[in-house]
């Protein structure tokens, strides 16, 4: 797609703040590079039931939606949306592991239809239509991601922790509040926006992805391994701005607003659609 850029944005942090009110400048931002004719779209580690809704809110046209930090890809349908694309894997090793180094910790798992099996509520998920279950019946169908909250465990910890269990089968990200949050092996946003990519058809070097996580390091890599733009907001870890290839401001000042500001004006965008 000559001249249009595919475009890849993080939800948390990115296009919204803390309190899900959405970062200033960022609706407006977006609206001009979508009506540009660039592709815009969701990279989230979200599930689809936690990201429809800013789709729509922001008026996004694109076909394809990647959330569960990449294990699931969504496209558009006539009636609506399909599951594209689903990676999962066996949890039985995984939760085992986990189970026997953090006993008392909560437990989710999303299946590749996207229902949630959990063993406590977890705040800040979306369970609805969920079913909570023993920890056994978890590892009863292949998922394609697993959540561990654990209160009074922090980011450091979680770290050691994955060190220790050797969790080298699969993916893992750190979330902000402090979950861990695992992916089948080899996949993250980056490995479904390539696919979404060839897909298309879009250049290699017209990538752009924005994002603040350590579950974002893995698409900003891709996106600077094909010539394209990784770009970190100003509040990210230092790790995750050293991934990127510019950091941009906070989310609290229109970080993502300023960056998406940079791509060609309309006039100078061709998109053959």
Request: negative net charge.
């Amino acid at each position: 797609m000559s001249g249009a850029w595919m475009v890849g944005l993080d939800v948390d942090g990115t296009i919204i703040l803390q309190d899900e009110t959405m970062s200033p400048g960022v609706p407006e931002a977006i609206a001009r590079v979508r009506d540009a004719g660039h592709f815009v779209t969701i990279a989230t580690g979200r599930s689809w039931m936690a990201t429809q809704q800013y789709v729509e809110q922001l008026g996004l046209i694109a076909d394809y939606v990647i959330c569960s930090n990449g294990a699931v890809t969504m496209r558009r349908v006539v009636d609506g949306w399909e599951r594209w694309n689903v990676e999962t894997f066996d949890p039985t090793p995984v939760l085992k592991l986990l189970r026997d180094r953090l006993p008392d910790a909560n437990y989710m798992v999303e299946l590749a239809s996207g229902k949630r099996l959990f063993t406590e509520q977890l705040d800040d998920w979306t369970l609805d239509g969920g079913r909570q279950v023993g920890f056994d019946e978890l590892a009863a169908l292949p998922v394609s991601r697993i959540v561990v909250v654990s209160p009074g465990h922090d980011e450091d910890d979680f770290h050691r922790l994955v060190a220790d269990a050797g969790l080298n089968e699969v993916s893992y990200a750190i979330g902000w509040t402090a979950w861990l949050d695992i992916a089948p092996q080899g996949v993250d946003k980056g490995t479904a926006l390539e696919q979404v990519r060839a897909e298309l058809g879009f250049d290699k070097e017209r990538v752009l992805v924005a994002g603040d996580g350590r579950n974002d390091i893995g698409m900003f890599g891709w996106a600077r391994s094909l010539g394209g733009r990784a770009v970190a907001m100003g509040q990210a870890p230092a790790e995750v701005k050293d991934s990127a290839s510019e950091v941009t401001a906070d989310v609290m000042d229109g970080g993502l607003a300023k960056a998406l500001d940079t791509l060609p004006a309309p006039a100078q965008v061709s998109t053959g659609q």
